[in-house]
């Protein structure tokens, strides 16, 4: 009944209804299902299938040779439909932020340490029920783990540093402004505004490098229940996309603020979206195409709306 209510009541046949008459009705479309739905079963060997029963508590896979097959029943084995929410936060503003370099290894700003203290609250204030089991993840650089600290200590969450979690690696570029890009490899600086989500920094990375790397960090997240990830700009950008059903292609240009908690809560047609945001002033890291500004303010069209 609960799993009726929690996810079938979501689909768009059933908007705006009471939520008991469209349970009901459900149940009413399974009674009928049943009258015509047949089991694959053993005299069924030839074929190629995957049987999941009791939503992948037993899983039966048949003549799997392939490899787009063999993806499928890696992502479909770590499915499940128990409740869950997803909190996404960029580091607090760093050091590189406030001069408009990017890459590196800085330290988070005065007001970025701001932003750190504060993270408990906000994550209390998005509504985590009492006694959730939390887990707190972040990449390998200083800026996130210095903003996550406070949320292991205060809150006694667990804690996991994740390499593939690493802001997109600029090569060559990695420490400097957009400005000085554009004056030392000018042809490079019109390439990745050009392409964007392709282009790849000498000695460095593209976004879709980038999204290639998460798909480990994706499976953890479809398998587990409640994970607050602090990252970057690039690596949220993605993850955000993939929850949204979004074009990766166009994640490059989105609008991430800094000093801002985003409550993701995926259901069985979309995913639910909340945003905290602390009442701490910060640098904004958006650029615009063919900008080469240290700072500036985001365009309209690169908030999503849902």
Not at 151 to 157: D, N, P, S, V
């Amino acid at each position: 009944m609960n799993n009726i209510l929690e996810v079938k009541t979501t689909s768009p046949d059933y908007k705006g209804q009471d939520p008991e008459i469209a349970a009901q009705d459900f149940r009413n479309r399974i009674r009928n299902y049943e009258k015509v739905y047949e089991t694959i079963d053993d005299n069924e060997k030839a074929y190629t299938y995957v049987k999941l029963i009791n939503v992948g508590s037993t899983v039966i896979i048949n003549q799997i040779k392939d490899y787009l097959s063999s993806r499928l029943v890696y992502y479909i084995q770590n499915l499940h439909i128990k409740p869950r929410s997803i909190w996404l936060s960029r580091h607090g503003e760093s050091e590189f932020n406030l001069t408009g370099k990017i890459g590196g290894d800085s330290d988070i700003s005065t007001r970025g340490e701001a932003y750190a203290r504060a993270l408990p609250g906000l994550l209390k204030q998005s509504g985590v029920p009492p006694g959730t089991k939390l887990t707190i993840w972040t990449s390998t650089l200083k800026r996130t783990i210095q903003t996550a600290r406070h949320l292991a200590a205060e809150t006694g969450y667990d804690k996991l540093e994740w390499k593939a979690l690493d802001e997109l690696d600029s090569g060559v570029c990695d420490g400097l402004t957009y400005e000085e890009i554009a004056e030392k490899y000018p042809e490079d600086f019109a390439a990745r505004d050009e392409d964007k989500y392709n282009y790849r920094y000498r000695g460095g990375e593209s976004y879709r490098d980038v999204v290639i790397r998460l798909e480990p960090i994706i499976m953890e997240l479809e398998r587990s229940e409640n994970i607050m990830i602090v990252t970057h700009q690039a690596v949220l950008r993605c993850i955000y996309s993939y929850f949204h059903n979004m074009s990766q292609e166009q994640s490059p240009w989105m609008e991430v603020p800094l000093h801002t908690l985003i409550k993701l809560t995926p259901r069985a047609y979309g995913t639910e979206e909340q945003r905290f945001k602390a009442n701490i002033p910060a640098v904004s890291t958006w650029r615009g195409k063919g900008s080469s500004a240290k700072h500036q303010e985001p365009a309209e069209g690169s908030q999503p709306s849902h």
